[in-house]
């Protein structure tokens, strides 16, 4: 009895794993979609954790640089998963609206709690002011490359254009390519935001190399399968709750796929180590821009629904906007709780913009 204490003190994560055949239940039994759609939301943030908690314990066995290169692989796969499920059901906008959702999360949302929880409990702290200066060069170039396909689109035509989706490809394959240098020198040098340190040993589960990749290929199946639940159910609860899919996109989607990623960014800002809690942020921001973003765009041509990278005016201002703050406030090298907290009211205030707003 005290060893199940101990390990479910250690791993609250398990009280969630029961949504998952409850999710199973409703599908069988034909439940309103509400009541599926939310279950499969609860079901989906361990099946994430899990992939993240065994990709770091494969990066255990691999070293800390092979390591890095996983988990920039794998940091955003509940995500990229559930986007890949939405675009073969031809959901574009709320793909959309996710990849904005996400950057804004990790630069917003999981940098503001972070600066709250440490700035509570260490009072100002530093981290890496050199990386961190480094790291808002990256974002906006990331952000920027986003930005151009939609700015120069109103000048080439339609979205459905040819020479839209031509430039749409191009800008993806120009993305994929940084990322990719960007993996090699942190092969070499170890010194990139693309990969983030992985968690010491002690703060792992005690997993070998064979539960590890057990553990992972059962949650990636568990979130393909959540994946198709939840997506089915987005159109009749848009239609029932009366609230947009933009939002839901935006919004929910986001922090339901990164939610594990997003407490242990808060957990290492709690034991002081901000360097790596901001690094995790910035990391997963800019996986999202050069690796998922662009990956999509490719992998819905095979799907049969081209997805361009074209957003919407609203989504531009966002990003903008979370990408200048989240770099103006990051750029001294350090961190308050009051500076946690604009950036949590600057997400507040989205959010209750883009739930009112009819997109």
Known sequence: MKAVKQFIAKNPIVFLLPFLPLTLAGELLHWPPL???????????PMAAYIGKATESLA?????????????????AAELIITIVAIRAGLLELVKASITGSILGNLLLVMGLSFIVGGVRHGRQTFDKRGASR????????????LIPSLFSHSIGPETSPKVEALSLGVAAVMIVLYALGLLDAARSGDTPLTHEPVPPSALPQWSLRTSIIVLVLA???IVWLSEALVGAVEPVVASLGISEFFLGIILIPII???????VAVQFAGQNKMTLSVEIAVSSSLQIALLVAPLLVFLSLAL???????????????LIAGVLIAALVSADGESSWLEGAALIGIYVI????FFVLPV
């Open 350 to 353: 989205l959010g209750l913009a």
């Open 135 to 146: 790291n808002a060069i990256l974002l906006v170039l990331a952000v920027l490359a986003m």
């Open 304 to 318: 049969g629904h081209p997805l361009t990278l074209i957003f919407n005016t609203f989504e531009l201002l966002a």
């Open 220 to 222: 990636t199946t568990g």
């Open 35 to 45: 009541a599926i759609f939310i279950l499969a939301c609860a079901a989906i943030i």
């Open 60 to 76: 255990h066995f691999t070293g800390p640089r092979i390591g890095g290169l996983l988990n920039a692989t794998l940091g955003n």
């Open 257 to 263: 796929g990164n939610v594990a990623e997003h407490l």
